[in-house]
């Protein structure tokens, strides 16, 4: 027997009631009846007779009234009669284009009583032609109400301008994320800890009057972990976590951001305590008043909505906020007042021992090979973030399995950072002329670099272009070191001039390939004479003279009350460091010209030299200090 699945009503269930658009319809629908039977009702009560028989009628004085509308006439018999078969009291009829000019008059004669009236329909008609455009508009208006409020929901078309955006967490939730899966940051995760364990166990920090910090703000450079924090947290933590990008906030239409604000700090406050982390807020939380659109715009509302959550009338101190920046110095000042933003925890680059403790994770599901050492990559990538050492990692994987290899081995990450450092080699080959040229530069980058103090030893030198470089000449860094002494920097300006005067001792002129090296000492020697007080002329001062401004993004020359005869000073004492660290360079390379040389048929013959090579060609050198902490890089 076939399954019968209609939905049937209870047998006590009340009878289904109309709804007010229901009787509204309806009633629309009994007046356009009425009209239509009144209509048609007139239409067979008054029969239609000819325009001959009507002509008749009135020469025999048979008509007592007539109506004449446009082309249509109507009347009434004085006394009913058959005409033309018919039993006619009232009737209706056709007038001509052009009536007869004597019908009139012959009217008046009889005696008949005459209206005249403009062509249209019939009253019953009229009064529902009156009323059916209101009808009409007020139930579009009630359509598209309807329309709009189905297209705003959340699953309509235009539900995502409302939607609350923010993805929750629960301890149960599938992020597995935790404290000891984010290598290094030993001082973030202690910060990052306190938080969890008081809104796990507020009364033990609350019983010394101890308060929670209302907001957390995590400060560093992009790829340094601080979204991979974050995800600890919500990981770590036993309380509700809510995570939501500050692009997200901003929206086409005014009022959206600040909507999905009030939306998001209602829903943590429903659970709390609970954790609130924004990610990239400087999108929303940029100073006010500074940007090129005016004072009154959706991010300021969105960033004064948001101030007022996080520190108003209403606010809850079991939820916390943490945020995420690379760019602290625009954010608004009341975003970074006690109160809202307490603590600012910095997320740096990471040293030699953090640098060691990431590879090691990355590594630890990757097969290696017996010559790769993660202490000296670790060693040998100073200035490498976090996502830089997962993408170094990555990168060499990749390489042994174009190699076919079945583990990855030292010369995958030697070509996995020459890669990330330098670039992919270029397909274009250099011409005679040219790859002679730009041996010769790289060879007094690498002259200068063996025989002078207060520099790292030389890695490598190379002659194949890659990415924007012609050529490079590479160093081994040393311990992690966070300031450079002035013997120091005026060491590393005379490695970059090496190329320079190289080329001018053995051509009598440079050539274009010197920009950057020339761009990096300007560079360097402004700073020591206008910042770093390495200038006995100009003195210990601080001059601010080239910014870049946070909201153009472009390199401006402020106002910063510096006189024009400073800035001329200025200058005169960077070109005389500049010429100083020259003439040094042009003078190590005359000294060494025959181990000069030498590197450059070694690097003309085989394009790279490695380091062993380079200590064999270019011989021993006492009076070299301690290795410099960071990688320098010369290209040409």
């Given at each position: ?587 190590i390379i005359a000294e060494h010209r025959t181990a000069f040389n030498d590197l450059v048929k070694l690097l003309l013959a085989q394009e790279t030299v490695e380091r062993a090579e380079l200590e064999r060609t270019l011989g021993s050198n006492s009076a070299r200090d301690a290795p410099e902490p960071s990688m320098d890089i010369s290209t040409h």
């Amino acid at each position: 027997m076939a399954r019968d699945d209609t939905p049937r009503l209870p047998s006590n269930a009340p009878p289904p009631r109309l709804g007010w658009k229901n009787w509204v319809a309806l009633g629309v629908l009994l007046a356009g009846m009425y009209a239509w039977q009144a209509y048609s009702s007139n239409r067979e009560a008054n029969p239609t007779i000819s325009y001959t028989a009507f002509y008749t009628l009135v020469a025999d004085a048979k008509i007592e009234t007539l109506t004449i509308r446009g082309q249509n006439a109507s009347g009434r018999l004085k006394i009913p009669e058959t005409v033309e078969g018919h039993p006619v009291a009232n009737f209706r009829t056709m007038m001509p284009l052009a009536p007869e000019v004597d019908l009139l008059p012959l009217l008046r004669k009889q005696g008949v009583k005459v209206d005249v009236e403009t062509e249209g329909q019939s009253p019953a008609v009229q009064i529902l032609l009156s009323v059916l455009p209101w009808v009409a508009i007020i139930g579009v208006w009630f359509w598209l109400s309807r329309s709009a409020s189905k297209m705003m929901s959340r699953g309509g078309p235009f539900g995502g301008l409302v939607k609350q955006r923010s993805h929750r967490f629960e301890k149960e939730s599938s992020v597995s994320v935790t404290f000891d899966d984010v290598a290094g940051l030993k001082a973030a995760k202690q910060d990052l800890r306190e938080i969890v364990d008081f809104l796990r166990e507020p009364a033990r920090f609350q019983r010394l009057g101890g308060k929670v910090p209302r907001g957390v703000l995590l400060v560093g450079p992009p790829g340094t972990g601080k979204t991979l924090l974050a995800r600890a947290v919500a990981g770590e933590s036993g309380v509700p976590f809510f995570s939501m990008s500050g692009s997200e906030f901003i929206e086409l239409f005014v009022g959206m951001g600040a909507s999905r604000v009030r939306e998001l700090f209602a829903e943590a406050k429903k659970v709390a305590p609970a954790i609130i982390f924004i990610d990239e807020i400087d999108a929303v939380g940029r100073s006010r008043g500074t940007g090129l659109g005016g004072g009154h715009d959706e991010r300021e509302q969105t960033l004064n909505q948001l101030l007022s959550e996080m520190d108003g009338f209403s606010r809850n101190d079991l939820t916390v906020v943490m945020a995420a920046t690379n760019r602290p110095d625009v954010l608004d000042s009341a975003l970074l007042r006690p109160g809202r933003f307490d603590r600012r925890v910095m997320v740096d680059r990471p040293e030699s021992a953090a640098r060691l403790s990431i590879l090691e994770v990355h590594a630890k599901s990757k097969p290696m090979g017996q010559d790769v050492s993660l202490q000296d990559i670790a060693q040998n990538s100073p200035g490498f973030s976090g996502a830089d050492l997962a993408n170094l990692v990555n990168e060499a994987a990749l390489s042994a399995t174009r190699r076919g290899a079945s583990a990855i081995e030292a010369i995958d990450f030697a070509a996995a950072q020459d890669k990330i450092v330098l670039g992919d080699a270029r397909e274009t080959r250099l011409d005679r002329t040219e790859k002679r040229r730009v041996a010769i530069h790289e060879s007094g980058h690498a002259v200068v670099a063996h025989f002078t103090a207060d520099t790292e030893p030389l890695r490598r030198v190379s002659i194949i272009p890659r990415g924007m470089a012609l050529g490079v000449t590479q160093q081994t860094p040393g311990e992690d070191k966070h300031i450079a002494s002035q013997p120091e920097l005026e060491a590393r300006l005379r490695v970059l001039m090496g190329g320079y005067a190289a080329e001018i001792l053995l051509y009598g002129h440079p050539s274009s390939g010197a920009e950057n090296d020339l761009r990096q000492g300007t560079e360097i020697a402004y700073r020591m004479v206008a910042q770093f007080g390495m200038s006995d002329k100009i003195g210990p001062v601080f001059f601010e003279h080239r910014v870049e401004h946070p909201f153009l993004g472009q390199r401006l020359a402020t106002d910063s009350g510096i006189s024009d005869l400073t800035i001329y000073a200025i200058e005169e004492e960077t070109r005389k460091i500049l010429a100083t660290a020259y003439e040094d360079a042009k003078t190590i390379i005359a000294e060494h010209r025959t181990a000069f040389n030498d590197l450059v048929k070694l690097l003309l013959a085989q394009e790279t030299v490695e380091r062993a090579e380079l200590e064999r060609t270019l011989g021993s050198n006492s009076a070299r200090d301690a290795p410099e902490p960071s990688m320098d890089i010369s290209t040409h």
